[in-house]
Nanobody, 116 residues
Framework: QVQLAESGGGLVQAGGSLRLSCAASGSINIVNVMGWYRQPPGKQRELVATISWNNVKVYADSVKGRFTISRGNPKNTVYLQMNSLELEDTAVYYC??????????WGQGTQVTVSS
């Protein structure tokens, strides 16, 4: 079983930056994909960015050029650097761990609020 611990959310003004962290623990398989999803108020959960075990990155169009996903050392930690934050980035951000076709593991979520 895998556990995810997220941190780094908060309140920031538009144009500002935040960095989210997600540390995975437990029965980690290094051949995994980790990433971030978000759920804006009143909307469905959506992809933000993912990073594979071999550093292949995928970004939602809405965050390309503003957000950067990366892995730490050891590679069971994933970061999301968010720059030039916009009001539309306000959401609960969830860390995600996937291994093959197994059901994904989700973190508890961290709130990001962007104010004008």
């Amino acid at each position: 079983q895998v556990q995810l611990a997220e941190s780094g959310g908060g309140l920031v003004q538009a144009g500002g930056s935040l960095r989210l962290s997600c540390a995975a623990s437990g029965s980690i398989n290094i051949v995994n994909v980790m990433g971030w999803y978000r759920q804006p108020p009143g909307k469905q959960r959506e992809l933000v960015a993912t990073i594979s075990w071999n550093n292949v990155k995928v970004y939602a169009d809405s965050v390309k050029g503003r957000f950067t996903i990366s892995r730490g050392n050891p590679k069971n930690t994933v970061y999301l650097q968010m720059n030039s934050l916009e009001l539309e980035d306000t959401a609960v951000y969830y860390c995600n761990y996937r291994l093959g076709t197994s059901p994904p593991t989700w973190g508890q979520g961290t709130q990001v609020t962007v104010s004008s």
